[in-house]
């Protein structure tokens, strides 16, 4: 779901006559870039969730990643180039590649023994 949040909105702001204007009608790398930045870093977050999920917890780690993705929410909403804008997207990216591998088995793990499905 957080890719899909992400990809949609983004794909409606970029037509916007605000961020046209304020980034200076950004297109080809610089629009990839912008574009790819939560996907490339949902990929480091992906990749550091099961050793941080082992040292703190998977509670502890998707809590973290929810406050880091507020981190990079701010960062973008104050950026004043496209070097932030990327920075903040980073950031949301490893937040989303930490809860998307991570809460999946955390909810797995608190799951009453009734509501797991069971195999015939």
Same mark, same amino acid.
């Given at each position: 779901?957080?890719?899909?949040?992400?990809?949609?909105?983004i794909s409606a702001i970029i037509a916007t006559d605000q961020y046209v204007n304020y980034f200076?009608?950004?297109h080809g790398v610089v629009? =990839?870039?912008i =574009?790819? $930045? *939560? #996907? #490339?870093g949902s990929i480091v977050g $992906?990749?550091? #969730? =099961?050793?941080?999920s082992d040292k703190i917890g998977r509670r502890d780690a998707n809590s973290s990643?929810? *406050?880091?993705?507020?981190?990079?929410? #701010?960062?973008?909403v104050a950026c004043n180039g496209?070097?932030?804008?990327? $920075?903040?997207?980073?950031?949301?990216?490893?937040?989303? =590649?930490?809860?998307?591998?991570q809460v999946?088995?955390?909810l797995a793990e608190i799951a009453r023994k009734k509501s797991e499905i069971r195999s015939l």
């Open positions: 779901m957080l890719f899909g949040l992400d990809i949609s909105s200076n009608d950004p629009q =990839g870039a =574009g790819s $930045a *939560l #996907a #490339a $992906a990749l550091f #969730a =099961g050793p941080l990643a929810c *406050l880091w993705w507020l981190a990079g929410t #701010a960062i973008q496209y070097g932030m804008l990327i $920075a903040g997207r980073i950031l949301n990216g490893i937040c989303v =590649g930490i809860t998307s591998s999946p088995v955390f």
